[in-house]
């Protein structure tokens, strides 16, 4: 993990709106503790943290960019934290996708310009919008129905879906469907969008937005501070179940989010071409770009080991029980997850083989 000497820490406990279960049913059953801190990562370049949820902020003399805004509960802690800290309000808001557990928020800090990829605005327009965690709409109807939450929740939990009694949250008028404009009635939507890449310049300070491809959405944003050489994005290459350590299996949910694997590889890729030295992700620690790179070669190794599957003919359960990426043994959930993502590489290759 990357480390600095001079990185500081404030951890206020608070505790809010907690996107998965906490229980600890195994030891391959993922923890979220929710306390919210600051830290500093490069001269003018923060982050703040929502447990294992993190935003990025840059403090210029014109303003601060913030690059998501999480929650509402969460964005007016740091709101309160910056008018505390500096002499500048947040001016710019960055999505990094749409998600409601990283996009909700951005209205405390009224009058910030919201910046997005131009599919954040077609995720929000009233139709079904791209979910994660496999949370796909099975009956057709446009909504979010209590069962598109409970089959994945149920399936993998702590994994994949939402925590139980999440669907009874939004659904704020108690009718049993949710509408996605209910899920999203706490995310604006934005004032700028752009297609491929964009350059903001604020108070002399440039930031570069590139959209990668698809992978875990499809209207992710990787933020880029060229000068810092820092890169954020969220959910891709380090998911929720990242902590301290990159070393740890994808959550694999659905046939890998909806995405064929050779856009995953594709959009990682357009990461590792930047040239940055701290990858300070939406998850995870602060990682080395060499760190980084082992996502996406864990992608290319599984690819391979199930396309060798496929042409010797082998059903999905002997690959299951045949593939063993023993180079990743001592990666986080190796036990649990392992089978699951030669599943979903199956289901994602045989869908989307072209």
Known sequence: MFSSPTLQRLVIPVFLLL??????????????QFRNNIENITGDLYRASNGAWHAIFFVTSEGIVLADPINPDFANWLKGELDARFDVPVTHVIYSHSHFDHAAGAAVFGGATIIAHERVAMNMDGRYMHMPGDMIDRNGNGMIDRKEID??????PGICGMFPGWFDQIDLDGNGIVPPSELQSTILPPDITYTDRMTLVVGGKTIELMHPGKNHGDDMTVVYFPEE???FATDMMADALVRDDIRSLPSACGPLDGTPIKEWI???????????DIFAGGHGGLFSK???????????DLEAAVEEGIARGMSLQEMKDSIMLEEYADWAYYERLRPKNIEAAYQNITRYRF
């Open 290 to 300: 060499e760190e980084m790179m082992l996502p996406a070669q864990f992608l290319r």
């Open 151 to 156: 089959i994945p929740t149920n399936a993998d």
């Open 266 to 276: 594709r959009s990682y890729e357009a990461v590792e071409a930047l040239d940055f």
């Open 19 to 32: 996107p998965f279960s906490l229980a600890a049913q195994d030891e391959d059953t993922p923890v979220f």
């Open 229 to 231: 050489k820092v890169v």
